[in-house]
């Protein structure tokens, strides 16, 4: 990506001569220790991958580490929960996925406030489902599965990464809108439910698009369609679905939170940097070889997509009566 040069100085030369309010007042420009960023999911997955290569750049632009801290479980609420009490001076981040905007559906009785509690900072990066089955399976296209779904007399069984994971609802929204009978198969995790359409046990599954790639490109798997929009630069040949249900369209994505209240001018220093990051060649280049898309963005921008997201998850939870707490 092109830009002009990022530098620590050019980051914080518009800070010196605004004040700090809250905890950072005393301490002068931020960062000025380490930053503690919060992964609520385990070590491996797409969250930490991209909280791993875009913090790194990060460090380097502002001059600090930015320490990733992994709390999973829950489905990411329990270390969600703890950035939403954390004190609002610019020392604990949220770097978050698509479950911020789903969790609100699928569990009532949280004790913080997804709309209340954060305020979204950066949209790091989108990464689109890949619609794949067993190579044996007689199907070339969307058109194929729904018609292969339709002539078989109980439907088809499609795995997920689990209940309530966008693997989940990419299967939910691909039954609304086509009619199809469909057996979901919640698996512990992407690569479990990979392993058996791999073996045939299940046949259908909208896997992660940076997961899936090798076993794609290795022939293990077959892929049909991805979620997203135009052509995936790693698999050109691979249609969206939208080709053939308009408007079908589900990413997984990862953001960047602080708790509600931290200081303007930390926030805006933090963007900054991180669309600094996304302008650095190593960033570019990494995410590129995982299918990983990206913009530069603002908060409110980023705010915008959040509260459409939310809006957009609620409705298939609500269709297809999804309940986990």
Do not use: C
């Not at 809250?22 to 385990?42: F, L």
């Not at 795995?159 to 994971?165: C, D, I, Q």
């Not at 939310?310 to 269709?319: C, D, H, I, L, P």
């Amino acid at each position: 990506m092109s830009g002009s040069k990022l530098t620590r100085r050019t980051l914080l030369a518009g800070m010196a001569a605004a004040p700090f309010i809250g905890g950072a007042s005393a301490q002068g420009a931020w960062p000025n220790r380490p930053v503690r960023v919060m992964v609520p999911y385990p070590p491996a997955g797409g969250a930490d991958t991209t909280a791993r290569i875009i913090f790194a750049q990060v460090s380097s632009l502002l001059g600090q580490q930015f320490i990733i801290e992994n709390r999973g479980g829950a489905g990411g609420t329990i270390g969600e929960a703890v950035v939403a009490k954390a004190d609002p001076d610019g020392y604990t981040l949220l770097h978050d996925g698509t479950a911020f905007s789903v969790n609100a559906s699928l569990y009532p009785n949280l004790p913080f406030d997804y709309r209340k509690d954060f305020d979204p900072v950066f949209l790091v990066s989108l990464v689109p489902n890949i619609l794949v089955v067993t190579p044996s399976v007689p199907v070339k296209t969307v058109a194929d599965v729904i018609a292969f779904a339709k002539a078989a007399p109980g439907g088809i069984d499609m795995a997920s990464s689990g209940n309530g994971t966008l693997q989940h609802l990419s299967l939910e929204m691909f039954r609304h809108r086509t009619g199809v009978k469909i057996s979901h198969v919640p698996y512990r995790g992407g690569g479990i439910a990979l392993n058996d359409v791999i073996g045939g046990q299940v046949k259908f599954f909208f896997a992660n698009g940076s997961s899936a790639v090798g076993l794609i490109e290795g022939g293990k798997v077959k892929a049909i369609a991805h979620t997203g929009k135009g052509r995936l630069k790693s698999l050109p040949d691979i249609p969206p679905v939208s080709d053939t249900l308009a408007g079908f369209e589900a990413y997984e994505w990862n953001g960047v939170f602080v708790p509600h209240g931290t200081p303007t001018a930390i926030v805006k220093t933090l963007n900054s940097a991180l669309n600094g990051a996304l302008r650095s060649a190593s960033v570019a280049e990494r995410f590129e070889q995982l299918n990983i898309e990206s913009r530069q963005n603002t908060p409110e921008e980023f705010r915008v997509f959040v509260a459409e997201q939310m809006e957009r998850w609620s409705k298939v939870v609500k269709e297809a009566n999804i309940k986990l707490g």
